[in-house]
């Protein structure tokens, strides 16, 4: 039982490249999320995904997009990468009201 | 708009000391609470949740919350700091509709030798 895989650990973008994050669970949750942390500002929600087809927007959407490919994995894009997407991506999943559980983070810098 | 505060960015404690992390809430309703530590370099695991009940919850690592509905306040507390405790910790609530958690900003915990 992996819980929330997310791949790649680290990436390095140039501006205008594309590239997606990989996440998926193996808790046979519902609910999916992707959040994105920078210092002093905790974390923001970008996208999420409640049921299996469909996914819905969060604080900070812009440049960014998602698809729920299964119930399994949820897949975050950035189509042209910008600076200021330079951050750390986690990746997380619920069943109902219950814990969230987080993936271990993907470290991205966009030159 | 529903939000998570946590006033302290840093906070500094002695090892051995007690330690009181803030948080506070604006939610019409009785939020369901969480606190979160992240280690440096890793993802974020549970300490301890409330969703009803008992308004003090212990959670893991000898850590307990107590949830005060007069003060809209969920402080994570330690009676005995240890090295190993320093790392960052957030404040959650799940919203109304149960659907997103808000997050506070985070209390850098640093203990001192």
């Known amino acids: 039982n992996a819980g929330v895989t997310q791949t790649p650990k680290f990436q390095v973008l140039k501006t205008g490249q594309s590239m997606t994050l990989q996440c998926a669970q193996d808790?046979?949750?519902?609910?999916m999320y992707w959040y994105r942390q920078d210092p002093g500002m905790g974390l923001r929600l970008i996208y999420y995904?409640?049921?299996?087809?469909?996914?819905d927007k969060g604080e900070v959407p812009n440049g960014y997009n998602v698809s729920r490919l299964n119930k399994r994995e949820f897949s975050l894009r950035l189509e042209s990468a910008a600076p200021s997407q330079t951050s750390v991506y986690f990746c997380?999943?619920?069943?109902?009201?219950?814990?969230?559980?987080f993936g271990p983070g993907t470290r991205l810098l966009v030159l | 708009a529903q939000s998570v505060t946590q006033p302290d960015i840093h906070i500094t404690v002695s090892e051995g000391a007690s330690l009181e992390l803030r948080c506070n809430y604006s939610?019409?309703?009785?939020?369901?609470l969480f606190w979160y530590v992240q280690s440096p370099g890793q993802g974020l695991q549970l300490l301890l949740k409330?969703?009803?009940?008992?308004?003090l919850v212990q959670g893991i690592k000898g850590f307990e919350a107590e949830f005060k509905r007069s003060q809209s306040s969920f402080n994570l507390r330690k009676p005995s700091v240890h090295w190993s405790d320093a790392a960052e910790y957030f404040c959650a609530a799940l919203n109304s509709g149960y659907s997103t958690l808000t997050f506070g900003k985070g209390t850098m915990l640093l203990v001192s030798p």
């Open positions: 409330y969703f009803s009940g008992d308004t």
């Open positions: 997380a999943s619920r069943w109902g009201q219950e814990t969230q559980y």
């Open positions: 939610y019409g309703a009785t939020p369901y």
């Open positions: 995904s409640a049921s299996e087809g469909t996914t």
């Open positions: 808790m046979n949750h519902n609910s």
